[in-house]
């Protein structure tokens, strides 16, 4: 909700997702700088229906030529929750009749379809008896940012990198560590966030190809310049020489390399870059690499780790495996639930002190 008052729009939260109005000035400045949004969709119809055939006769009743020209290709994606229909392949497929037929009728020609790389994307949310069709304005999802080069095994997107970084309260003022950075994405995240850097300004946008773009305002929304942020202090390490290459590769692309320090160092031997701080890791869990059993017998020296060399920080894991507050034999201050595609995570914080976090048993 932050990220829509601050770029002009007034909104509110729904289940997935929020809900805004506002000016294409709004829309433009939401594409360009939400660090955390997948997709801004325009809503241009809803509709109640029953069956596929009353889907496509609210899709064809849409005037899609009066929203982008026949030379464009399109794709169309449906999700649904609750909805009757038996296939929702055969839906996706009434609704492209529907947008063809209705060019065809008016034109005499039927745009192309183009399922690797539309110019127009058409997405389609259908409910228990109603339904509703938007135009992407964001083409490609937002968290393809347009610098990453390479990203390790199993990168975190980089929206959800960007969430997790806000969810710890960290502000330019504290250094941040990230003891097991892979490519880096945590890091360039953090990094483009203090110095202000427009998370969209590398890549181009789906209302770009529809006919109500104004090139002159989108010109004015590129020319606004915030206020840069201060000079953040930011550290990643970890143990594989490739990781940190590609940490490099990616920081550099994203244009925040001057900002990140890197070493090659094991989060269960490195001290501390600093008396105090924010820590924020994201690291292997069973579904992603490495095994139940590895890991089983790694978390508690994760957090002999903590203990011994980070008394003073605040340290964020955020992780699909659940068995870690009790494996690193720490007692979580805090768990944020979130999801990364369809696996169900956890932010969990921990507050560093010296001593042990088992009640009653002193640090030896």
Same mark, same amino acid.
Not at 316 to 330: E, H, M, N
């Given at each position: 909700?932050?990220?829509?008052?601050?770029?002009?729009?007034?909104?509110?939260?729904?289940?997935?997702?929020?809900?805004?109005?506002?000016?294409?000035?709004?829309?433009?400045?939401?594409?360009?700088?939400?660090?955390?949004?997948?997709?801004?969709?325009?809503?241009?119809?809803?509709?109640?229906?029953?069956?596929?055939?009353?889907?496509?006769?609210?899709?064809?009743?849409?005037?899609?030529?009066?929203?982008?020209?026949?030379?464009?290709?399109?794709?169309?994606?449906?999700?649904?929750?609750?909805?009757?229909?038996?296939?929702?392949?055969?839906?996706?497929?009434?609704?492209?009749?529907?947008?063809?037929?209705?060019?065809?009728?008016?034109?005499?020609?039927?745009?192309?379809?183009?399922?690797?790389?539309?110019?127009?994307?058409?997405?389609?949310?259908?409910?228990?008896?109603?339904?509703?069709?938007?135009?992407?304005?964001?083409?490609?999802?937002?968290?393809?940012?347009?610098?990453?080069?390479?990203?390790?095994?199993?990168?975190?997107?980089? /929206?959800?990198?960007?969430?997790?970084?806000?969810?710890?309260?960290?502000?330019?003022?504290?250094?941040?560590?990230?003891?097991?950075?892979?490519?880096?994405?945590?890091?360039?995240?953090?990094?483009?966030?203090?110095?202000?850097?427009?998370?969209?300004?590398?890549?181009?946008?789906?209302?770009?190809?529809?006919?109500?773009?104004?090139?002159?305002?989108?010109?004015?929304?590129?020319?606004?310049?915030?206020?840069?942020?201060?000079?953040?202090?930011?550290?990643?390490?970890?143990?594989?020489?490739?990781?940190?290459?590609?940490?490099?590769?990616?920081?550099?692309?994203?244009?925040?390399?001057?900002?990140?320090?890197?070493?090659?160092?094991?989060?269960?031997?490195?001290?501390?870059?600093?008396?105090?701080?924010?820590?924020?890791?994201?690291?292997?869990?069973?579904?992603?690499?490495?095994?139940?059993?590895?890991?089983?017998?790694?978390?508690?020296?994760?957090?002999?780790?903590?203990?011994?060399?980070?008394?003073?920080?605040?340290?964020?894991?955020?992780?699909?495996?659940?068995?870690?507050?009790?494996?690193?034999?720490?007692?979580?201050?805090?768990?944020?639930?979130?999801? /990364?595609?369809?696996?169900?995570?956890?932010?969990?914080?921990?507050?560093?002190?010296?001593?042990?976090?088992?009640?009653?048993?002193?640090?030896?």
């Amino acid at each position: 909700m932050r990220e829509i008052e601050r770029c002009g729009g007034m909104g509110s939260t729904v289940p997935g997702g929020a809900l805004f109005e506002g000016g294409w000035d709004s829309g433009y400045r939401l594409n360009l700088w939400s660090r955390v949004a997948s997709r801004i969709l325009w809503k241009v119809a809803e509709f109640s229906y029953r069956n596929e055939n009353e889907v496509y006769a609210a899709a064809k009743a849409v005037d899609w030529m009066r929203h982008f020209a026949v030379e464009r290709s399109l794709r169309v994606n449906v999700t649904a929750q609750k909805s009757p229909l038996k296939s929702l392949e055969f839906a996706t497929l009434r609704i492209k009749d529907a947008v063809c037929d209705r060019f065809r009728d008016a034109l005499g020609r039927r745009p192309d379809v183009d399922r690797a790389a539309p110019d127009v994307r058409i997405h389609c949310y259908l409910e228990e008896a109603k339904g509703a069709l938007y135009l992407d304005t964001s083409g490609e999802p937002l968290f393809k940012r347009g610098w990453r080069a390479a990203g390790g095994e199993a990168p975190l997107r980089e /929206n959800l990198a960007a969430g997790i970084v806000m969810l710890t309260g960290w502000t330019p003022a504290e250094p941040l560590l990230d003891p097991m950075c892979g490519g880096g994405t945590l890091l360039a995240e953090a990094a483009a966030m203090a110095r202000a850097r427009a998370p969209g300004a590398k890549r181009s946008f789906g209302f770009q190809n529809l006919k109500c773009f104004d090139a002159p305002l989108w010109g004015k929304v590129l020319a606004e310049k915030p206020d840069e942020g201060g000079t953040p202090v930011i550290y990643g390490s970890d143990t594989d020489p490739e990781a940190l290459k590609a940490a490099r590769r990616n920081l550099a692309g994203a244009g925040v390399e001057r900002w990140v320090t890197l070493e090659q160092a094991d989060v269960l031997e490195r001290a501390a870059p600093a008396p105090a701080g924010v820590m924020v890791m994201n690291p292997p869990y069973g579904e992603r690499m490495g095994s139940p059993e590895a890991l089983a017998a790694f978390y508690p020296k994760l957090g002999d780790a903590l203990k011994k060399h980070f008394a003073g920080w605040r340290c964020y894991v955020f992780t699909a495996d659940l068995r870690l507050p009790k494996l690193i034999r720490l007692q979580p201050s805090a768990r944020t639930p979130l999801w /990364n595609g369809a696996l169900e995570c956890r932010l969990y914080e921990f507050r560093i002190v010296s001593g042990s976090h088992r009640k009653g048993v002193p640090e030896a």
